[in-house]
T-cell receptor, first 114, second 113 residues
Framework: DAGVIQSPRHEVTEMGQEVTLRCKPI?????LFWYRQTMMRGLELLIY????????DSGMPEDRFSAKMPNASFSTLKIQPSEPRDSAVYFC????????????FGQGTRLTVV | AQSVTQLGSHVSVSEGALVLLRCNYS??????LFWYVQYPNQGLQLLLK??????LVKGINGFEAEFKKSETSFHLTKPSAHMSDAAEYFC???????????FGKGTRLSVIA
C-alpha cells in the first residue's frame, strides 16, 4: 500500500482565497483524522470520521473550516476564506478503528497564507 | 479528558550516549500509549506502542519504552544515540481503538558528534 496520500504537499495562497486539502486514506481503514501542526500549538485534532461519518468536529477552529468524506477513499478539508493565521502543516491520518492499531500519517500539506 | 506532557521541548545528547525522552499522561481509564517520530518535512512514523500485556515495549531503531502505571509515565529510551536519531518525538495517548490520539507538544532530539 502507498500509505496515506495527501495533496498538495505545499500550498501558497492569498488571504481570502479558498483552499482545499485532499487525503486518500489507506485502503481498508475506517477511521480518518485531520490534524494541524503549528509551532505554538503543536498537533491539534481538527476532526475525525468513522466509516465516513464525522464523529467529532469540536477541534475545527471556525466556521471557515469544513471537512467532508464522501466515500471511504477520499476526504477533503476546506478553508474559506483563508487567513494568514491558518498557515500550518495539515496532516491526514487513518487507522483501523477498534483494533487498537496506530494511526498512519500522510506526509502533510504545508499551507502558507499570505 | 486525556492529556500528555512531554518534559523538555529540546533534548541534546552526544552520539553514543543514552537517550531519555520523558512522557507523562493523564487518563481516567487504562491508556493506550504511543511514541511517534517526525523527521524534517515528513509525517509522523510510529516508533512503538503499548496497549496491553508486557509493560516494556520495544520498537524500531533500538528504541524502547516502559509503561509505569504508578507513575503515569511512558518514557522513551535508547541505550546509544546515533546521528540519524535527530528528529522530533511525540508521545500520544488514547483510551480505545476508536478514539483519536491526543499528542504531547513534542521533544526535539539533537545528537552531537
Amino acid at each position: 500500500d502507498a500509505g496515506v496520500i495527501q495533496s498538495p504537499r505545499h500550498e501558497v495562497t492569498e488571504m481570502g482565497q479558498e483552499v482545499t486539502l485532499r487525503c486518500k486514506p489507506i485502503s481498508g481503514h475506517n477511521s480518518l483524522f485531520w490534524y494541524r501542526q503549528t509551532m505554538m500549538r503543536g498537533l491539534e485534532l481538527l476532526i475525525y470520521f468513522n466509516n465516513n461519518v464525522p464523529i467529532d468536529d469540536s477541534g475545527m477552529p471556525e466556521d471557515r473550516f469544513s471537512a467532508k468524506m464522501p466515500n471511504a477513499s477520499f476526504s477533503t478539508l476546506k478553508i474559506q476564506p483563508s487567513e494568514p493565521r491558518d498557515s500550518a502543516v495539515y496532516f491526514c491520518a487513518s487507522s483501523l478503528a477498534g483494533l487498537n492499531t496506530e494511526a498512519f500519517f500522510g506526509q502533510g500539506t504545508r499551507l502558507t497564507v499570505v | 479528558a486525556q492529556s500528555v506532557t512531554q518534559l523538555g521541548s529540546h533534548v541534546s545528547v552526544s552520539e553514543g550516549a543514552l537517550v531519555l525522552l520523558r512522557c507523562n499522561y493523564s487518563s481516567s481509564v487504562p491508556p493506550y500509549l504511543f511514541w511517534y517520530v517526525q523527521y524534517p518535512n515528513q509525517g509522523l512514523q510510529l516508533l512503538l506502542k503499548y496497549t496491553t500485556g508486557a509493560t516494556l515495549v520495544k520498537g524500531i531503531n533500538g528504541f524502547e519504552a516502559e509503561f509505569k502505571k504508578s507513575e503515569t509515565s511512558f518514557h522513551l529510551t535508547k541505550p546509544s544515540a546515533h546521528m540519524s536519531d535527530a528528529a522530533e518525538y511525540f508521545c500520544a495517548v488514547t483510551n480505545s481503538g476508536n478514539t483519536p490520539l491526543v499528542f504531547g507538544k513534542g521533544t526535539r532530539l539533537s545528537v552531537i558528534a
